[in-house]
């Protein structure tokens, strides 16, 4: 839970406005949500889509790994480092964790990079003693060192409080990332108490395929402190220089992909004991000079850490107060604006603030026309599905440079799109052709601010033309090179075999009609009619994969053979799927869910497989962790299902299992995100569940209606402002009884594109019972999008 703030930390801020912080949304944030129970969010000091992240690296006593992706495990109160960059709620290893800058009580007299198991160079600390707020980190660890972090968008404010009567060093260890590096330098310089430095990096999930065992971006820093260095050290490897001022050598990667233990380097500096000492740092993707200037241009010299403090709750509070709520618990205010606050994380500015960053190509370029900033870190299969919606919605600026930043990517990156991207390289993780959705749900909500022919022209491309990544086995499973995996088989058979390029020939089957669908959404968006017809016709491929005799009670979705037979199945198999079974994938054609409904059989057949899916064989809500025969609406593949009960004439369904899920699985408590955020998509399907909307069709603005959890909301859409009104609305009262839509009755479980695009009001009347007559009606049900001639 989130600790109160003590006199301690007041002290520190005392230039703070206590009293406004209780006022505003950022108050609500509690950063611990997520830091177990697999969320790997951080709790450290950020801006919203900040490029510096300044958190603490936990350790479990294996110095060559991270205790958790994110660098933060709330079970592991041991800190080896404080990072200046992360990523929230990735899976593998864990990624960035640059720089991790150390206080130590202790002589330096041995290698830090040999402190194999984190025993000499790390400090215990509790819980009791940490507070986190959105732009604020401290914590006061056993080893007596105070620690306060803040940030701007391109730099960082750190505090360091040393006790007295020991020795205060703070080490700067260049070559830790998170998952080690290949390169790495630093350099002291004593006389303007001032350390510079770089290292390179990459190797996100590089454990898993030789693919990805390579370093993709260089960060530089800058780090200015307010007091005189009384000492200086060196090391690299095991090596030990006292006095030195120089090092160089990057961790490596070994064969594994893991950084070997024992290799590295870095430099400490010492002050005098007893000493605070504040430190300003910058840094840049792209140089040193520019790091200075990032730093000059956002703290000169001068700031107070009380005044960054502000600056970034002032900051948060105007993201944050895109959505304004009224009512509820404070647990519930907390959990949501926190979840707000995750999706508000990613992706990252990646550009300087003179326009300038290094691309995909490692070359230096400049902003486009109209483009406030560059992005990156874009977890492409995850955040399709609700993030970069709600992004859009609320920030058209961003969504719009969002996109124009992943179409620089794409043309410094020989024309492919890269389905995960990880700061200036292509990771390829995960499966389908994501970057077509996220354009088209960046232009359905708003996003219009970008070269939106181009990038269409780019991705048709890359849609209809086979490239050796695409025929490639490189990196597969997981990390497989192409945009699109076999895309000759797409074009030829009309599916992914089950045996091809791909991650798995049903799962990618459908990741590709989804990408086809919405690039029909973008060439209608620029006139392309043929283009839009085409692409429709292919998103309806997914047929060809629905084996109506695959079990005696029903047909799945399930893997093909090049020849057109049917391997052996069962419904509870992940053959051919990604991190999800056969019978959670059935699910997965949220476009043309009527066509689907239709080929199950009607839409009372449908409802029967929805029930059987939802729950156990005693009739309980089955929607987690229940067995691969049911949903898991703890990662991508399950987020939309509930939703799909307003397709079936039953939305009081979608109204109950959408509540249990936000009153139960997500909460104000480090365990409070049921598994992987992934930059905030998680995160995104409880802000959109708690406001009673879902966006399920990729690439258009329809929403599909649950019920909302506050009674009073304001989104501030890029089309103008939605207001939302349940009086009444509690846990007791998850029922829609009736709606009124600008003051109209309205008797249909989803909501036209017109809501998004002009704003307007919705007052829900709810109840303790289902009316089952509400949206009941055939005719009210969500639109679906059938190929021509389906």
């Known amino acids: 839970m989130r600790q109160p703030i003590r006199l301690a930390t007041l002290i520190a801020g005392m230039f703070f406005s206590v009293a406004a912080i209780a006022q505003s949304p950022a108050s609500s944030v509690n950063p611990l949500i997520g830091s177990s129970n697999g969320g790997n969010t951080f709790p450290g000091a950020m801006l919203p889509f900040g490029m510096l992240a300044w958190s603490p690296e936990t350790t479990r006593g294996k110095h060559n790994r991270t205790a958790a992706p994110g660098g933060y495990l709330h079970s592991a109160t041991r800190i080896r480092g404080f990072s200046l960059t992360h990523l929230s709620g990735t899976g593998c290893a864990g990624a960035s964790g640059d720089v991790p800058f150390m206080p130590v009580t202790a002589a330096v007299t041995t290698s830090p990079s040999a402190d194999d198991d984190d025993s000499r160079y790390a400090s215990d600390f509790s819980h009791a003693d940490e507070h986190a707020e959105a732009g604020y980190y401290q914590v006061k660890l056993a080893n007596g060192t105070d620690v306060q972090l803040s940030a701007a968008m391109h730099s960082g404010m750190a505090g360091f409080a040393f006790p007295a009567g020991k020795p205060a060093n703070l080490l700067i260890r260049t070559s830790d990332s998170e998952v080690g590096s290949s390169a790495a330098d630093v350099h002291v310089d004593r006389v303007h108490h001032t350390v510079t430095g770089s290292v390179t990096s990459g190797n996100f999930c590089g ?16 780090a200015r ?25 990057g961790t490596s990667y070994a064969d594994k992909g893991f950084p070997p233990l024992g290799k590295g380097s870095g430099a400490w500096v010492g002050f005098a004991d007893g000493k605070t000492v504040h430190v300003r740092v910058g840094i840049s993707y792209v140089s040193l000079a520019n790091a200075r200037a990032n730093l000059k241009a956002e703290i000169p010299a001068g700031t107070t850490l009380a005044q960054v403090r502000q600056r970034a709750h002032d900051r948060w509070d105007k993201a944050l107060g895109g959505i304004a709520i009224d009512g509820g618990s404070a647990d519930q205010r907390s959990t949501f604006y926190t979840a707000l606050y995750h999706v508000l994380m990613h ?40 993030h970069l919606q709600l992004v859009t919605w609320l920030q058209p600026q961003t969504g719009s440079d969002i996109a124009q930043s992943l179409y620089h990517q794409a043309q410094q990156n020989r024309g492919e799109w890269d389905r995960w991207t990880h700061n200036s390289g292509g990771t390829h993780v995960m499966s389908g052709d994501p970057a077509a959705p996220a354009l088209a749900d960046i232009v359905a909500f708003g996003g219009h601010g970008f070269d939106l022919r181009g990038a269409y022209d780019s991705l048709r491309t890359a849609a209809t033309a086979v490239t050796a990544n695409d025929l490639s086995d490189d990196g597969c499973n997981v990390e ?41 959404e973008l060439a209608r968006r620029v006139g392309d009619h043929a283009g839009q017809q085409r692409f429709l016709a292919r998103a309806g491929y997914w047929r060809n994969l629905f084996n109506p005799n695959a079990t005696p009670h029903g047909g799945y979705i399930q893997n093909r053979n090049a020849d057109g037979s049917w391997p052996a199945f069962t419904p509870d198999t992940d053959d051919g799927f990604v991190e999800a079974s056969a019978a959670v994938y ?11 409904f239709d080929t199950l059989g009607g839409r009372a057949k449908a409802t029967a497989r929805l029930d059987a899916f939802f729950h156990d064989k005693d009739g309980h809500w089955a929607l987690t962790k229940a ?14 299902t509930p939703w799909l009960y307003d397709y ?67 989104v501030h859409g890029s089309g103008g402002d939605v207001v939302i009104d349940a009086p009444g609305a509690s846990a007791a009262m998850p029922y829609v009884t009736a709606l009124r839509v600008d003051g109209k009755p309205y008797d249909r479980p989803w909501l036209s594109p017109s809501l998004v695009e002009h704003g307007g009001r919705l007052q829900f009347e709810l109840g303790n019972a289902p009316n089952t007559q509400w949206g009941s009606a055939v005719d009210n049900a969500p639109p679906s999008f059938p190929p021509p001639h389906a």
Not at 367 to 381: M, V
Request: glycine share 10%; hydrophobic share 35%; net charge negative.
């Open 648 to 714: 079936a004439g039953q939305p009081w369904k979608t109204q109950k299992a959408v509540r249990i899920v936000v009153d139960t699985i997500w909460k104000n408590a480090p365990d409070g995100i049921p598994g992987n955020d992934d930059l905030g998509e998680m995160s995104s399907w409880y802000v959109w569940a708690a406001l009673g909307m879902y966006p399920e069709i990729p690439g258009r603005a329809e929403l599909l209606l649950g019920s909302p959890l506050f009674p009073h909301a304001v």
């Open 347 to 386: 992706p990252n500015v990646y550009s300087d603030v003179d326009g300038e960053y290094r691309g995909f190509d490692q070359q230096t370029h400049r902003l486009a026309p109209g483009q406030h900033a560059q992005y990156a870190n874009f977890s492409g299969w995850d955040i399709y599905r609700s």
């Open 225 to 249: 402190f307010d007091q005189p260095f009384t000492r200086s050290g060196s090391w690299h490897d095991a090596d030990v220089q006292p006095g030195g001022s120089t090092a160089d050598g």
């Open 207 to 222: 454990y898993l395929a030789k693919a990805d065992q390579r370093s993709y971006y260089t960060l530089y820093f800058v």
């Open 627 to 640: 067995g691969p025969l049911h949903a898991e609406l703890d990662n991508e593949p399950s987020v939309a």
């Open 586 to 596: 059935l699910w997965m054609v949220p476009f043309d869910v009527h066509g689907l």
């Open 480 to 520: 497989c090179v192409g945009q699109r995996p076999s895309l000759d088989q797409w074009l030829k058979l009309h599916y992914i075999a089950s045996k091809s390029h791909a991650w798995g020939g049903a799962g990618e089957t459908l990741e590709d009609a989804s990408a086809d669908f919405a690039l029909s």
